[in-house]
């Protein structure tokens, strides 16, 4: 089955073909660099890692450009409010953009290009479409002239007509026309500026990303991607951009994830919901974050609730403990004639064929989730941890957690060991719940006391209070393991 996207700009679903057999040019817009990144901002860089990881699986070579906007207004009015130069700011934020990327385990893209270190480009793009006869020069400030492009608004579909001056677009009494955008800014006192034909300014915010991939990826790219809010005027500006200074088409595949909302409320800051990633990775854990993303189709919007976070807890906690029974059943004795299950073997290709008919379809994470669910039941079904002497046991514990890795490379999960993960969520769980950890130790040493006793009321007494705390545990023998109830 051939990969099918949906394409915003077609409004459709279609086949994807790549402007060169085999590689694929993709372009997903970074964060403006100000202050730590929010959960709905990591949205996209955690989908579209899979997806890049997906289209490498069935034979693409992927080139994957995500940017930093480091030169801004939000970041000038940082560094003005904190009296330190706008590159300190921007410095620290990519830093910080950088260090919950990693917790996410995301694999690095294959370019990370600042604005400030395009300039030139970006000029000289500027230029081109100055020369192209699609901007005009007012008091050093370049326009974009939007009446010259018929296609403009096609892909946000807004009536043009119907968007008033000072409602969407700011009223400048120099321009052409209300819609045309800011394609170079004039110098401001105390703001940073380069040299440049018009006179020392710096770049419009919707430039930089159309310089940026011409300049790494050429004129015309695969796939763009962003989050919806980016669809106008940001996305809209880039197509006019790229149209204006190449001549030719700009994107052939955009495709947009959607919002965040917080129980069921828009993430913002008048309402006080918004969190930020290393908020909720200190909070949760950044397993969590991923898990809860992945598990909702990229273009339905994500609400992210108790019930959520719950059910994200309960399904990654599912999947580790099998990969720790696997681990285990790992290094039980074989032999050369040993054999994967047979049922197992079946349903893992069964599930293979689920999963790529899924993600082949404009990349249905929430199907392939499901997929992983239903290999973990089949698995747990074999019950192997009681099977230490079926020679048969080790190779198929081995296939079960090659086949869950294979599907955890590319979405950045279950790639922990699974008794640091389990250890690190009971912790977690222990946080949420407000659970003394010292009275759980307490009744189990009650219990095993009770139990080496006979003294079972004593022993039912103890399983009690810990049922009561929400402990789930089992007992081996002398051996006891426990867990908080999801």
């Known amino acids: 089955m051939s990969l099918v996207v949906y394409n915003t700009l077609t409004k459709k679903k279609e086949t994807f073909t790549p402007l060169e057999e085999g590689k694929v040019k993709l372009y997903l817009c970074g964060p403006t660099v100000y202050g730590p990144l929010h959960i ?5 860089p955690i989908f579209f890692n899979f997806a890049r ?9 992927v080139n994957f450009v995500y940017n930093y906007t480091d030169v801004d207004d939000k970041i000038i009015n940082k560094a003005n409010e904190e009296g330190v130069d706008s590159l300190e700011i921007s410095e620290r934020y990519i830093k910080y953009f950088q260090e919950d990327f990693g917790r996410l385990g995301l694999r690095p893209h294959t370019h990370n290009p600042k604005v400030t270190d395009y300039i030139p480009q970006i000029i000289e793009y500027v230029q081109g479409i100055i020369d192209n006869g699609m901007a005009y020069v007012v008091d050093g400030e370049v326009f974009y002239e939007t009446t010259k492009l018929d296609s403009y608004g096609e892909l946000s579909g807004v009536n043009l007509d119907e968007l008033n001056a000072g409602e969407r677009v700011d009223v400048d009494q120099r321009k052409h026309d209300p819609k045309d955008f800011v394609l170079w800014k004039p ?8 040299d440049s034909p018009w006179g020392k300014g710096r770049p419009g915010w919707h430039i930089e990303c159309s310089a940026m991939i011409k300049s790494i990826l050429g004129k015309s790219i695969d796939i763009h991607g962003g989050g919806i809010d980016l669809i106008f005027p940001h996305h809209e500006n880039e197509i006019a951009q790229g149209v204006g200074c190449n001549s030719c088409k700009y994107v052939n595949y955009w495709m947009h994830n959607n919002f965040i909302n917080m129980s069921g409320e828009k993430m913002s800051k008048s309402l006080g919901n918004i969190i930020t990633a290393r908020a909720f990775m200190d909070e949760y854990h950044p397993e969590v974050l991923k898990y809860i993303m992945l598990s909702t189709h990229y273009r339905s919007m994500l609400d992210v609730t108790d019930e959520k976070i719950d059910q994200a807890f309960s399904g990654s906690i599912r999947v580790y403990r099998a990969l720790q029974v696997a681990k285990h059943a790992a290094t039980f004795a074989t032999n050369d004639s040993a054999k994967v299950n047979k049922k197992l073997a079946e349903e893992l290709s069964r599930l293979d064929k689920k999963i790529e008919k899924a993600c ?20 747990n079904a074999l019950n192997l941890e009681k099977k230490a002497k079926d020679v048969n046991s080790a190779p198929t514990a081995i296939a079960f957690s090659e086949w ?7 979405s950045a999960l279950f790639a922990m060991d699974p008794e640091q993960f389990l250890n690190e969520i009971k912790e977690v769980q222990i946080r949420r719940k407000g659970i003394a950890l010292e009275k759980v130790e307490e009744l189990l040493a009650k219990r095993a006391d009770a139990r080496a006793a006979k003294d079972w009321d004593a022993a039912d007494s103890a399983r009690d209070e810990l049922n009561a705390l929400g402990i789930d545990f089992q007992e081996s023998g002398d051996e006891v393991t426990w867990s908080v109830r999801v």
């Not at 709905?40 to 996209?44: D, M, Q, S, V």
């Not at 990881?53 to 070579?61: A, L």
């Not at 082949?360 to 698995?379: C, H, L, Q």
């Open 360 to 379: 082949n379809d404009d990349f249905n994470t929430s199907e392939m989730m499901s997929a992983i669910y239903e290999a973990v039941k089949t698995f």
């Open 40 to 44: 709905g901002n990591f949205r996209g």
């Open 404 to 410: 869950i890795a294979k599907y955890g490379r590319m």
């Open 187 to 194: 110098a401001k006192e105390g703001e940073p500026s380069w």
């Open 53 to 61: 990881n997906w289209m490498e699986h069935i034979g693409y070579d």
